[in-house]
């Protein structure tokens, strides 16, 4: 017989499941909104969604701040998604304002594009390269590395060790607390390189931010007459109080079996948020959403949120990233030995047949909102085959 829930963690007095919610929903962040909303709409289920945090939206919660600006209290987040499916799906709960993200690095005096591209380059060195120039300058500097194994192999093998010290050593290294050659690969591939002038962050088919914010978009997604949301509760709480028949669980995986086999590292954030007056005739105090620090600064980034929103205010409000060994766990650290330990985990987590892990935390992976909606819509559609 499958393990269940009930014989792996027993309660000190049995509670009935014979009525009650159908579904039990841990966390009310992407995973779990979506999975309840496509449980309650499209299955005609009965569902509970717990969040120990005072509010919904996970870490895309947003809320307007003490002076008025709307801002990402957990950092700032910018949808892009290739995927059609996704975007539709969410198009249900919101409109859209188009925005294309833009980030500069700040390096040797100058604020220069990151993703790097042609005019990184010609900036930073003084020249006047073409693209196709560029591609040879590359193959130039470039390190011959045979099995692209680390974060550091990922740039050096693509554009050699000098761009790879002024961009993404010292970036890297605060942000992770490790050198790029202890990450996996998968970490800086995510940003790419560009022998064009294109100077987006992202290049994905859909980018764009929820007219009125993520909050509202969640809010639209909860509005069920058949979710019922409970915040500021820890489902440890009520897990053996309301009677349920299925949990989704989307916390942190290594929690739900209370650490057994250690805790999975992750790398956590202080989020510093300030509220400026831009000087006279000027809405913003950056010249782009985003500016990275790779080298000097005890913070990772700063980003000013009138940017990503469109809002018009006479204030602004910017957060600085900081970087933390501990706190709330925002990065899963992509590396072999801590995929090893999910792995450990996961193999526990695979047989409980009333219990489905969907998420960023469940499954100890570097998701973006995008890929994680698909997963949920995914997981949906294998536990209700329509
Ligand atoms: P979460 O949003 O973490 O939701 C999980 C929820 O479960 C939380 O609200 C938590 O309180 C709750 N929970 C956990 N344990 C319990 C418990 N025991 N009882 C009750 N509730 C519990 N993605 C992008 O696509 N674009 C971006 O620009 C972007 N920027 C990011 C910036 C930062 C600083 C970070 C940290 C992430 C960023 N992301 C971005 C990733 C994005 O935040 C995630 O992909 C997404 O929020 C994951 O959703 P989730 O539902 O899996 O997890
Ligand atoms: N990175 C870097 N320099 C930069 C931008 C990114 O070294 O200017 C590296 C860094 O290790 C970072 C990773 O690339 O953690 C992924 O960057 P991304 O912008 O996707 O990070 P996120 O938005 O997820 O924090």
């Keep these: 017989m499958r393990p269940s829930y009930r014989n792996l963690f027993p309660a000190a007095a049995a509670s009935s499941s014979a009525t009650g919610f159908d579904t039990l929903v841990v966390g009310a962040g992407f995973a779990g909104s979506v999975m309840a909303e496509r449980l309650a709409s499209q299955a005609g289920q009965r569902v509970l969604v717990v969040d120990q945090r005072p509010h919904i939206g996970g870490n895309a919660y947003d809320r307007y701040d003490d002076a008025g600006v709307l801002v990402h209290p957990y950092g700032p987040h910018i949808f892009h998604t290739n995927s059609a499916d996704v975007f539709e799906y969410l198009s ?34 003084g020249l ?3 693209s196709f120039e560029l591609d040879a300058f590359f193959d130039k500097v470039a ?35 490790l050198d790029p050659s202890e990450l996996d690969a998968s970490v800086m591939a995510r940003v790419p390189t560009r022998t064009n002038r294109d100077d987006r962050y992202f290049t994905d088919t859909y980018q764009a931010m929820p007219l009125h914010g993520y909050t509202r978009m969640f809010e639209k ?31 942190r995986i290594d929690a739900f079996f209370e650490y057994r086999h250690g805790r999975l590292p992750y790398r956590s954030l202080e989020f510093q948020h300030v509220t400026v007056q831009p000087p006279q005739g000027q809405a913003h105090v950056l010249p782009v959403g985003t500016v990275n620090h790779p080298n000097d600064h005890l913070y990772t980034r700063v980003t000013e949120f009138k940017h990503l929103t469109g809002q018009r205010h006479e204030a602004t409000s910017l957060v600085y990233e900081h970087p933390r060994a501990e706190g709330d766990p925002y990065y899963p650290v992509p590396r072999p030995e801590n995929t090893a330990l999910f792995r450990r985990y996961e193999s526990e987590a695979e047989p409980i047949g009333d219990v489905t892990f969907v998420g960023r935390l469940a499954s100890y992976k ?13 997981t949906f559609k294998r536990l209700v085959p329509l």
């Design 92 to 125: 249900r709960f919101t409109s859209w304002r188009p925005y294309q993200h833009r980030v500069l690095a700040s390096v040797d005096g100058q604020l220069l594009p990151i993703p790097i591209n042609l005019n990184t380059v010609n900036r930073l060195y």
């Design 221 to 251: 997604m909860l509005a069920h007459p058949r979710i019922h949301v409970m915040l500021g509760t820890d489902y440890r709480d009520i897990v053996h109080h309301v009677p349920w028949k299925h949990m989704v669980y989307t916390g």
């Design 143 to 177: 390190e011959k590395v045979d099995r692209v194994r680390t974060s550091e192999d990922v740039v050096v093998s693509r554009v050699g060790r000098d761009l790879y010290d002024k961009f993404f050593r010292g970036y890297t290294r605060k942000q992770w607390g």
């Design 128 to 130: 006047q390269l073409t």
């Design 366 to 378: 570097y998701y973006n909102m995008d890929q994680v909606v698909a997963q949920a819509l995914a």
